[in-house]
């Protein structure tokens, strides 16, 4: 079984928040500093904790 990696869109997170005080999206889990230097080292970067984010996931659940 050959799993496929893929590269995270942090756009398509539910933890990408709009944080008011800096004007922009940020992430709103606390990486460690291993996982903060793999994110801003390359663009290839896989996150552990990504959640795609879907509106309609819980309307889907209730039909």
Known sequence: ???????TNCEL???NVYDEEYDCYV???NLDEDEMLRFLSG?????????????????????
Request: hydrophobic share 25%; proline share 3%; with cysteine.
């Open 1 to 7: 079984m050959n799993k496929k990696n893929t590269v």
């Open 13 to 15: 997170c539910a933890y």
């Open 27 to 29: 992430c709103s889990i």
């Open 43 to 63: 663009s290839d970067y896989q996150c552990p904790y990504f959640n795609l984010y879907d509106e309609y996931k819980m309307v889907r659940k209730q039909n």
